[in-house]
């Protein structure tokens, strides 16, 4: 167990829907990072958020926005959705000064 | 964007064996990161390299930071039924900010 959490485990939806991912970071952690992981492009990385702040995008579609809450918790949120964004969603987290990263269950989206 | 080559893609091999896999990139990096995923989990890391030529250890694992700042290697000795999954390397450059990149990944089989 990394110590991060992610919820909800699975999600099933529809074309066109909106859904939200929510990732709490272990204790004591400041940087949250947001994956996609799919059979053809593999783990790529889409954001990151450091204490609030927007830190760093990566190849994160227009659809997709992200935020990191007071509380350190952290928020995916998916719209307009397709069937190609059908994927497992990763969170994870460090302090922010190191480079090690650990990830949460993930977040299995099927889009329909 | 940045790739990383990760081989072999599979391999099958019987218990007690020992395993090496091997990460190579056209671009340096300043940390490599290895993790293992097992389905239905998000990664979990292994082992973290930090310096040119250093050698770590994890147990039965091993892996390198690859002189050139351009690969590195992971050895598992004596492998076991529980190694199985997805191996993953991971790097990330100096100014990246926690941008991972990950490899392909490399899915090993232990026969008992």
């Known amino acids: 167990d990394s110590g991060v959490t992610q919820t909800p485990k699975h999600l099933i939806t529809a074309t066109g829907q909106r859904v939200t991912l929510r990732c709490s970071p272990r204790?004591?952690?400041?940087?949250v990072y947001w994956y996609q992981q799919s059979l053809d492009q593999g783990l790529q990385f889409l954001i990151q958020?450091?204490?609030?702040?927007?830190?760093a995008k990566g190849n994160i579609l227009e659809r997709f926005s992200a935020q990191q809450f007071p509380d350190l918790h952290s928020e995916l949120n998916l719209s307009s959705l397709e069937l190609g964004d059908s994927a497992l969603y990763f969170c994870a987290s460090n302090m922010g000064s190191v480079n090690e990263q650990f990830f949460g269950p993930g977040t299995r989206l099927t889009v329909l | 964007g940045q790739q990383l080559n990760q081989s072999p893609q599979s391999m099958f091999i019987q218990e007690g064996e020992d395993v090496s896999m091997n990460c190579t990139s056209s671009?340096?990096?300043?940390?490599w990161l290895w993790y293992k995923q097992e389905p239905g989990e998000g990664p979990v890391l292994l082992i973290a390299l930090y310096k040119a030529g250093e050698l770590t250890s994890n147990g039965r694992l091993t892996a390198q930071f690859g002189i050139t700042r351009k690969d590195s290697f992971l050895n598992i000795s004596a492998s076991i039924p529980s190694d199985v999954g997805i191996y993953f390397c991971?790097?990330?450059?100096?100014?990246?900010?926690?941008?991972?990149?990950f490899g392909q990944g490399t899915i090993l089989t232990v026969h008992p």
């Open positions: 991971a790097g990330l450059p100096g100014t990246s900010y926690g941008k991972l990149t």
């Open positions: 204790s004591g952690d400041l940087s």
């Open positions: 958020y450091y204490n609030g702040e927007e830190r």
């Open positions: 671009s340096i990096f300043n940390t």
